[in-house]
């Protein structure tokens, strides 16, 4: 558990959550909008199903309102770089297809990685405020699979936007939670109180 | 002559029914059949040629209804439910007897699941579109992903059970089958969503409005979170507010990020107001619906007391005629006149009647 925080350190951290906050929620509405343009440029069924896909980090969290601080920023971090990873695949094989009609794309692709490392840069921030530091990145990365087929690649790709739609939302609650004052938010490693019930 | 609501009473064994015959023990035997149908009841182990008597709610059925022994009741309606009884021919033995329920099979039922206390859980409830008349069971299941979830059924409502969440920020979709069984048969219906999309808060609490002393302008709102949600602190809500002269019929709206209070700055002066407030989740979901309406009046200054002014008017004006208003005199009230013209409108009536005035001098 960190130490008391500083008056300035407390106040560097608000900022730096209402920012993240800000961030998150403005990549949230600009993934929706990537994802509609996907869907339907790559001829996808939007409601199609997409099993748990290798190296994509899932969203859903089990006792999320139990986690500490630490963990929130972390498990953030770790998915944020994967999909800085993911994206930017994404974005050669956009442009390995060079189909002119999906200029529009390849650009909302840009800009909705732009954030994404933005917002893993921020997650570096919070984490270097609590004097842990962010740790190193595992590789340069995601982890090399079999080449899938374009379908199963186009497939894949509405799986990542998909959890990264959802990440988007979690990171908001997360750092909601982590800009609490008092003991479970701000400077602590205690466990936010909301979250659903213990395992059933 | 048939038969009014079923009875259900449970007679002893062996006892005798007004009618003086014998009755069979207490009747367990349930028929049911469905509207329009025709029905044939077996005098128990009696012959077809027997001599019977069958009664309906204690009443003797005619003749006309036999097949022999048998009772033959054609296209069936709900009247006809009740308690049926055959007597062998002189003995006034009860030889049969059952309770004929006609009812229709279910139609598909109408299921509604919704988040009201996110990120705690959701719940589920449902009904017929309608009714069957008879007795009906209802079985739910709902699976996330692999994953067989418990519906805890309320006690009250009956038609409701809560899911808890296990999972949150899942995009695995939510799988709600709800089957809804009778003795003539059975329907079902399936609700499929994601976690997000059911979230709908309750509507806000206690709202109140004020008027604000010395603003004729101004009506103070406050409201609460519903009480429903769980952690408003950690899952915020935000709020849409509407308001209204009740004169007019247009709402205005005000979208609120956060607080729970506004303050409106372009009420009418002297006009009652009608306001409610609606609550969303700040990311997620869909709004509530409106609160309870309050209405408020903003303040308003009290009027000044006409007869003193009147006399003051009367011992200085050197003019006959009483018909040159007093100054202070409202030709019209700018309340009831909506708009930016409401002043010129009142000084344009007040030069009107001034210059009529003059000319009876």
């Known amino acids: ?91 050669e094989e956009q442009r390995e297809q060079a189909a002119p009609a999906d200029a529009a794309l390849r650009e909302a692709l840009a800009a909705v990685l732009l954030q994404v490392s933005a917002f893993a840069y921020h997650l570096e921030e919070l984490l270097r405020l609590e004097s842990r530091g962010p740790p190193g990145e595992e590789g340069a990365g995601p982890p090399a699979g079999p080449r899938l087929g374009l379908f199963e690649r186009k497939l894949r790709g509405l799986g990542v936007l998909r959890e990264l739609a959802q990440w988007a939302v979690r990171s908001t609650r997360d750092l909601r939670q982590l800009a609490k004052p008092g003991p479970g938010g701000g400077g602590g490693g205690a466990a936010a109180p909301a979250g659903p019930a213990e395992g059933q | 002559s048939w038969y009014p609501v079923p009875s259900t009473e449970c007679v002893p064994k062996d006892a005798i029914s007004k009618s003086g015959r014998g009755v069979l023990m207490w009747h367990s035997h349930i028929q049911y059949e469905r509207v329009g149908a025709d029905v044939t009841m077996k005098c128990g182990s009696m012959d077809w040629d027997a001599a019977v008597t069958w009664t309906a709610n204690g009443t003797d059925i005619d003749d006309s209804r036999l097949n022999g022994s048998y009772l033959v009741l054609r296209n069936v309606d709900l009247m006809q439910s009740g308690q049926y009884s055959c007597y062998e021919g002189s003995s006034w033995h009860l030889k049969y007897q059952t309770y004929l329920r006609v009812g229709t099979p279910p139609k598909e039922p109408v299921l509604m699941c919704r988040s009201n206390n996110y990120p705690k859980g ?44 296990l ?155 009483s018909f040159m208003p007093p100054p202070t005199t409202k030709i019209c009230d700018k309340g009831a006149v909506v708009g930016s013209g409401a002043v010129a409108v009142c000084w344009t009536a007040g030069l009107v009647l001034a210059a009529y005035g003059v000319l009876f001098i």
């Open chain 2, 122 to 165: 959701f719940y589920c409830s449902w009904h017929l579109p309608s009714p069957t008349y008879i007795p009906n069971s209802f079985n739910i299941s709902v699976i996330h992903g692999t994953r067989e979830m418990v519906c805890e059924k309320d006690i009250f409502p009956k038609n409701r059970c809560h899911i808890r969440y």
């Open chain 1, 1 to 91: 558990m960190a130490a008391a925080e500083t008056p300035s350190a407390a106040l560097r951290r608000r900022d730096l959550c209402s920012r993240g906050i800000r961030l998150a929620r403005k990549m949230r509405s600009d993934v929706a909008d990537l994802l509609d343009a996907y869907v339907e440029r790559q001829g996808l069924d939007a409601s199609a199903s997409v099993a748990a896909l290798d190296g994509v980090p899932a969203a859903a969290a089990e006792r999320w309102g139990e986690q500490t601080e630490s963990q929130r920023l972390l498990d953030n971090l770790a998915a944020y770089r994967a999909f800085r990873a993911l994206l930017t695949e994404m974005l």
């Open chain 2, 167 to 321: 999972q949150l920020f899942s995009t695995v979709k939510y799988k709600v089958t709800l089957t809804v069984t009778n003795a003539l048969g059975k329907n079902s219906t399936t609700l499929t969503f994601d976690e997000f999309t059911i979230v709908k808060p309750d509507p806000p609490e206690n709202v109140v409005a004020k008027p604000v002393p010395n603003n004729p302008r101004r009506l103070e709102v406050a409201w609460q979170n519903p009480s429903s949600w769980p952690d408003p602190e950690s899952f915020p809500l935000k709020f849409f507010l509407r308001y209204r002269p009740l004169i007019l019929d247009q709402w205005q709206h005000v979208e609120l990020s956060d607080g729970t209070s506004h303050t409106i700055t372009d009420a009418y002066a002297g006009k009652e107001y009608i306001i409610q407030v609606a609550a969303k989740d700040n990311d997620i979901g869909t709004w509530s619906d409106w609160s309870v309406a309050v209405h408020a009046t903003p303040w308003m200054e009290e009027p000044k007391h006409l007869t003193t002014e009147a006399q003051v008017t009367e011992t200085t004006s050197t003019s006959t005629s």
